[in-house]
């Protein structure tokens, strides 16, 4: 079991390298998710995520005065106020925020632990089934839960997941 999970956060940390590399060339152009829809909440059949990767759909945020952008995220069906972080690996949730989106005690398993901003923390690996933003869903998102956060992240799980983000003069732009 630690075996894996070390591997599932080493493979996460290339992801966030591989992303920072993107970056520091300006934008991120990243792959088409395998499950990502906009408007219902059904899952799409094939031919319509055909469609939809042929067609893109925007989302634009502000930051706030701290060039922070915190958005009104869905997490399993309920809400969860998340701040986008691109220096993040994994989308991560408070303990709260993961009971309120059906995460029991029994089922997250601290087999971890990871250097935050607040100090180093126990990490409980997830899977969530969905994530939703405005009208994008994407499902069956890598995540974690971490004890001491102040507020759960969007974090390069999600982002990855994307055809493409930016950020730029106070104002992210995602595409899918």
């Given at each position: 079991?630690?075996?894996?999970?070390l591997?599932?956060?080493?493979?996460c940390?290339?992801?966030?390298?591989?992303?920072?590399?993107l970056?520091?060339?300006?934008?991120?152009?990243?792959?088409?998710?395998?499950?990502?829809?906009?408007?219902?909440s059904?899952?799409?059949?094939?031919?319509?995520?055909?469609?939809?990767?042929?067609?893109t759909?925007?989302?634009?945020?502000?930051?706030?005065?701290?060039?922070?952008v915190?958005?009104?995220?869905?997490?399993?069906?309920r809400?969860?106020?998340?701040?986008?972080?691109?220096?993040?690996?994994?989308?991560?949730?408070?303990?709260?925020?993961?009971?309120?989106?059906?995460?029991?005690?029994?089922?997250?398993?601290?087999?971890a632990?990871?250097?935050?901003?607040?100090?180093?923390?126990?990490?409980?690996p997830?899977?969530?089934r969905?994530?939703?933003?405005?009208?994008?869903s994407?499902?069956?998102?890598?995540?974690?839960?971490?004890?001491?956060?102040?507020?759960?992240?969007?974090?390069?799980?999600?982002?990855?997941?994307?055809?493409?983000?930016?950020?730029?003069?106070?104002?992210?732009?995602?595409?899918?």
């Open positions: 079991m630690i075996g894996s999970a591997r599932w956060v080493l493979l940390c290339g992801i966030v390298l591989i992303g920072v590399g970056l520091d060339r300006g934008v991120a152009v990243l792959p088409t998710p395998a499950v990502v829809e906009s408007g219902s059904a899952r799409p059949a094939a031919s319509a995520q055909q469609s939809a990767r042929q067609s759909n925007t989302i634009v945020y502000s930051a706030d005065d701290r060039g922070h915190i958005v009104n995220a869905a997490v399993n069906g809400p969860v106020k998340m701040l986008v972080d691109m220096g993040a690996s994994l989308v991560t949730l408070t303990p709260e925020d993961a009971r309120a989106a059906g995460l029991t005690r029994g089922e997250l398993v601290y087999s632990r990871v250097s935050t901003a607040n100090g180093v923390a126990r990490m409980a997830i899977k969530l969905e994530v939703r933003i405005d009208q994008l994407v499902y069956d998102v890598p995540a974690a839960v971490i004890e001491n956060l102040n507020i759960s992240l969007l974090g390069m799980s999600f982002l990855n997941l994307l055809q493409g983000y930016e950020m730029r003069e106070g104002k992210l732009t995602i595409n899918w």
